[in-house]
């Protein structure tokens, strides 16, 4: 709460505040019935007054007040989207899948849109493929140069709406293959995550950079609305996909042997 001056302890307080535009009536509703708070602005006082370095810290503090009760409405309006099969979240469409817009109702004399995943048509049948020859076992790398051999389109060939972009666009990378199959028990089983990635910094020195320097939110934090569009792949086939993943994942963390003559031979003035 901003600061300000108490005039009396009635059964309504009133607390006078210097205006800030982003102070909206919404909240001043809610201060009045949730919390029997009456808010009386007042004008800013002059920078030569002692009273403006309070003004300062109010406006800091009721910013970052407004901020978060805009983005708790914000992840319950979200909340309540994705629970009606539409992306609530936003985000891009997955290789084999594209945005359709559709309208559900009118506001204020303007149409208003939702936006759901549904499949592809030109590469629906693509990622279907990717995902069960990777479940049986085959690499990245081979499904991969295979793709590539027979001229199959990238996913970055095509926008989120299933537009084509680059009609000539073939080279497939081991790590393209690998970031459709690390999505298989999400989004090609039918589910929808939101709240999955960090969102960047936008001001500042590190400006770009994700917050908390990572560009994915930790598990517990994703929104998980399951059977949300048409899904592409089995669970059994999924399940492999995971497993393969998990046990690669496991070779990866054995710790590498130490040989006998470790830090005792040296080659060119480098330890072997």
């Not at 790590?175 to 589910?191: F, K, N, P, R």
């Not at 908390?212 to 669970?235: D, Q, T, V």
Request: proline share 4%.
């Amino acid at each position: 709460m901003a600061l300000g001056h108490l005039i009396s302890p009635s059964s309504i307080w009133q607390i006078i505040l210097w205006y800030f535009p982003c102070f909206w009536f919404n909240t001043l509703n809610l201060l009045r019935q949730v919390l029997g708070i009456e808010i009386i602005f007042a004008l800013a006082p002059p920078k030569d007054s002692p009273y403006y370095e309070i003004f300062e810290h109010s406006q800091t503090s009721t910013a970052h007040v407004v901020s978060i009760l805009g983005r708790d409405g914000s992840r319950r309006g979200q909340r309540e989207i994705s629970l009606q099969g539409f992306m609530g979240f936003g985000g891009k469409a997955k290789y084999g899948y594209m945005i359709k817009s559709e309208v559900v109702g009118r506001r204020k004399n303007k149409e208003m849109c939702r936006t759901k995943l549904v499949s592809n048509p030109e590469t629906f049948h693509i990622a279907k493929e990717i995902l069960e020859r990777r479940a049986k076992g085959e690499t990245c790398y081979h499904i991969a140069k295979d793709l590539e051999r027979r001229k199959i389109l990238t996913p970055s060939a095509w926008d989120s709406y299933g537009n084509l972009l680059e009609s000539e666009k073939c080279d497939w990378k081991p790590s393209g293959v690998q970031s459709i199959c690390d999505d298989a028990e999400w989004t090609y089983l039918g589910h929808y995550v939101g709240n999955r990635s960090n969102p960047r910094i936008k001001y500042g020195e590190y400006r770009g950079s994700y917050f908390g320097r990572k560009a994915r939110r930790p598990k517990s934090e994703w929104i998980i609305f399951r059977n949300a569009h048409e899904l592409c792949i089995s669970r059994e086939t999924a399940e492999k996909i995971v497993s393969l993943r998990n046990m690669k994942s496991r070779q990866h963390r054995q710790p590498s042997k130490v040989h006998l003559f470790t830090i005792e031979c040296f080659c060119g003035g480098r330890f072997i």
